[in-house]
């Protein structure tokens, strides 16, 4: 196609505020678009299974389509600034952005983050205020909120001048006036990327350049890389240089070239400069290395991307139960699987530890290494990792942590209690403002003082309350926070919880596990509800006897135990506790199982 008939854009916003719906839109009234008849029939971008459960993008995607004539590739971004390392990249593929902002909530701390981005790369931005059918949308306190953002983050005189539409992507409509009974399509959308964001450069006659920006496995192509022709063309079967993140260069041939067309990608001839193409037949290449012209090799500066913030150790189970539950369970296999894992992932770090079977995994959030851990599990690996910590720096001889801009939106009647928590946590208050009924706060707080806040922050607001944060830099250490009151129920025997043992158990605190579940000894079976720990014997039987009391049995009632995901158990455990990961189960044990080598490393400790 003519350069002058294609547009690449990439569509950003705040978790859930519609990105992925819009992209279903954009699709469904696109010409000649057709749907596979067992494809969903929502959400069709979110084809990922963690994707869908979550409602969240985690992963960015491709897709193109067709509209008067002309061509829109169209890339899907994550909105949580956990996988800011996908937004990053995709900024150096297009030429503008459509960025979403719901028309109730406004400009969010992750609003913030990926505008930054696109401001950055001095791009055009279109805003889109999404959700308008809601019964308490105010559209015009939004667009005023979105403009101060654009000043805020030094946008252009001319990226101010952003063209805006209103829409309700649920309902595939959009227009220029926020009157949702005149809007018919999105037809204003298309009609603003086509006019408002430029056609890409065209650079054929340079050589050949091409960064690769995301990888996709093919089981029939094997590692296809996907970026944008920079300059020069690219044909199936020619060689090109392979340029590395070291500088080295090697020889490769193209097996295939693929453009997107909807949500498929289509084998082609030959690609230009101003595509976004994908590459098979190069098998060792990684995000953010370069594709040259052969005979006169020229590499992209490479991708920076954000340090990664936090830091688990990921090793293999030690568990009693260890081989029982995955099917990929040696140091091998977790080792092969994190390397995997870096190929695809630039915002996460590996490295090895003192112990061969363990690995410091580094990421961007808690939510970055949760997902990761989910993935593992449901591939078939078992393994076990610690409590999340924060990565301190050094700068000029002073102590520095990273830092969150921490958004609050909570009930009045919860303000206070938040205001404590955070308070405890070293949290500084920045702004309050109250709309409604409703606070508004915004907090500077260590990012430490976030870990295991979550399930805390639900039961203090009653599951009231939303809260946002975004990574603001590293700053002077803030302090010691306060101790922790953390106290688990641990088990002191192996074997099958029996309700008898497990009544006994219940008076001290809330249970994580049922009758008739397998345990072992220094598993965590429940949360203590005073500070430090204590033993049960969640095994343990009634005696028989020739006797029986009267009323016997009648208050032997058992509750319902608390279910724990994945991201609850990383939340509670404390420094002396690990998470055992396997396909079925997750559990909470301590890292030292025998009460006896607890008590031994105490006293080494001297405590």
């Known amino acids: 196609m003519d350069k002058k008939e294609i547009r690449n854009i990439a569509i950003i916003a705040h978790v859930d505020h519609g990105k992925t719906t819009l992209v279903d839109a954009l699709l469904k009234q696109s010409e000649g678009f057709r749907m596979k008849s067992d494809a969903p029939q929502e959400l069709i971008m979110d084809s990922n299974e963690l994707e869908r459960e979550r409602g969240i993008t985690i992963f960015s995607k491709n897709a193109a389509v067709h509209h008067g004539g002309m061509k829109i590739n169209i890339v899907d971004t994550p909105g949580h600034a956990d996988f800011g390392g996908e937004v990053e990249r995709i900024m150096r593929m297009v030429d503008g952005v459509l960025l979403l902002v719901d028309a109730k909530e406004g400009p969010m701390p992750q609003t913030k983050f990926v505008l930054r981005k696109a401001i950055q790369a001095g791009h055009k931005v ?27 983050l030094g946008a252009t ?19 220029l006036k926020s009157d949702l009974k005149e809007m018919k399509d999105v037809q204003p959308i298309f009609d603003a990327i086509l006019s408002y964001v430029p056609a890409p450069v065209s650079d054929d006659a340079s050589p050949l350049q091409m960064l690769t920006v995301s990888l996709i496995y093919d089981k029939y192509k094997g590692k296809v890389a996907v970026g944008r022709i920079y300059a020069g063309k690219i044909r199936k ?18 097996s295939a070239v693929m453009l997107f067309d909807g949500l498929a990608r289509v084998d082609v001839d030959e690609a230009a400069s101003g595509d976004i ?41 030690t568990s009693p139960f260890a081989g ?16 995997h ?136 250490y803030k302090g010691d926070l306060r101790d922790d009151t953390h106290g688990s129920i641990v088990n002191t ?3 099958t919880t029996n309700n008898y043992g497990l009544v006994a158990a219940q008076g001290r605190g809330k249970l994580f596990v049922g009758d008739g579940v397998p345990v072992y000894e220094g598993m965590v079976v429940g949360v203590n509800a005073k500070a430090g720990d204590i033993p049960v014997n969640a095994c343990r039987a009634r005696e028989l006897t020739n006797f029986r009391a009267k009323n016997e049995g009648l208050s032997d009632q058992l509750e319902v135990p608390l279910t724990l995901t994945l991201e609850d158990a990383l939340n509670y455990i404390g420094d002396d506790e ?8 997750v559990r909470i044990r301590k890292k030292l199982l025998t009460d006896n080598e607890r008590r031994k490393a105490k006293r080494a400790n001297g405590e």
């Open 126 to 152: 279109i805003v889109v205020i999404n959700k308008i059918d809601k019964p308490d949308a105010r559209p015009d306190w939004v667009l005023n909120a979105t403009y101060d953002l654009f000043i805020e």
């Open 277 to 317: 193409a994908a590459l098979a037949g190069i098998p060792d290449i990684s995000i953010g290395e370069t594709i040259a012209d052969a005979e006169n090799p020229k590499a992209l500066p490479v991708i920076h991307i954000d340090e990664p913030t936090i830091k688990m150790t990921f090793g293999v189970n």
């Open 341 to 476: 894992e870096l190929e695809t992932d630039v915002a996460l770090s590996v490295t090895p530890t003192e112990s061969f079977d363990s690995w410091t995994v580094a990421g961007r959030g808690e939510l970055h290494l949760a997902i990761l851990i989910e993935k593992m599990r449901r591939e078939g690996f078992e393994l076990e990792v610690s409590k999340p910590q924060v990565i301190f720096h050094e700068e000029g001889g002073k102590k520095t942590e990273p830092m969150e801009l921490v958004s609050v939106e909570v009930p009045e009647a919860y303000a206070g209690v938040v205001i404590e928590m955070l308070g405890k946590r070293l949290g500084v208050m920045k702004d309050m403002r109250v709309d409604g009924g409703t606070n508004y706060l915004d907090f500077a707080i260590p990012t430490r003082g976030l870990i295991g806040i979550r399930n805390e922050f639900l039961t203090a607001t009653k599951g009231t309350g939303i809260m946002n944060s975004i990574f603001l830099g590293y700053e002077h």
């Open 237 to 254: 079967g020619m060689t090109v240089a392979h340029i590395n993140r070291k500088g080295e260069i090697n020889k490769a041939q193209l």
């Open 157 to 175: 005189d001319e990226q101010i001048e952003f063209p805006v539409i209103y829409a309700s992507a649920v309902q595939g409509k959009a227009g």
């Open 324 to 339: 029982k539950e995955g099917q990929y369970t040696t140091s091998r296999n977790i080792k092969e699987r994190l390397e």
């Open 578 to 585: 690990l998470v055992e990961v396997t396909p079925t189960n």
């Open 493 to 495: 025997t192996n074997g």
